[in-house]
């Protein structure tokens, strides 16, 4: 991320949480909200009309769903950061919205405390869980599933790379920790979405816990 404000998309049917959310942000500097909308197929159509840095989105809304615009959106904007914002907390519902992309996950009962460091944390490539959401993250994690590919098919920078992003760094982070640019960084976290068939930073973390590579919180 650069030093302009983060461009944030609001995709919400309920018209007093849009307004919360809003007004959360709005007293933010680093954030500037460049729309709001109250259905699936509005969402996709405001992602395509202006550019968005993070898409904060319900699961629950008339038309399409959070996880159908969740799925669009990464294939249409593979870039975009996505935070769901719900009220639900079961495994389901956590290993859809992660499988399907979301880069982070939170509950809207902690949405004035977490929000903005939910939005911070996706914006700079970290993966970000409400705390009641973390546990289900790891058994989606340690369930019997077969990795998408081999850790083997990785090179040991991109071994590296995967590590520091499931620890949590920022790509800035990673970039001076391995003495490599930012735009570096950011290729070796495209090839290692490539090779192991992921679309968010939340499967890259599922993936290193898998693997071994990091601990669950």
Request: proline share 5%; aromatic share 2%; charged share 30%.
């Amino acid at each position: 991320m650069n030093d302009e404000p983060m461009r944030v998309l609001l995709a919400d049917d309920h018209t007093l949480v849009r307004a919360g959310v809003r007004r959360i942000l709005d007293a933010q500097p680093d954030v500037t909200v460049v729309g709001e909308v109250a259905d699936g197929e509005a969402a996709l159509r405001a992602l395509q009309a202006q550019p968005v840095d993070v898409l904060v989105l319900d699961l629950t809304m008339p038309g399409l769903d959070g996880f159908e615009v969740l799925k669009r959106a990464k294939e249409m904007k593979p870039e975009l950061m996505v935070l769901v914002l719900t009220m639900h907390s079961d495994s389901e519902y956590v290993a859809r919205a992660v499988h399907g992309g979301a880069d982070g996950y939170l509950l809207k009962d902690s949405a004035v405390d977490d929000l903005v460091s939910g939005i911070q944390a996706v914006a700079s490539g970290r993966a970000y869980f409400s705390p009641a959401v973390q546990r289900a993250l790891t058994d989606i994690a340690r369930a019997k599933v077969a990795p998408p590919r081999p850790l083997g098919s990785l090179t040991e920078r991109e071994r590296e790379v995967l590590r520091l992003v499931a620890e949590g760094l920022t790509t800035k982070e990673i970039a001076a920790r391995l003495e490599i640019s930012v735009r570096t960084v950011e290729s070796h976290r495209a090839n290692l979405m490539r090779k192991l068939d992921v679309r968010s930073v939340a499967r890259l973390t599922q993936f290193a816990i898998r693997e071994g590579l990091v601990e669950p919180e």
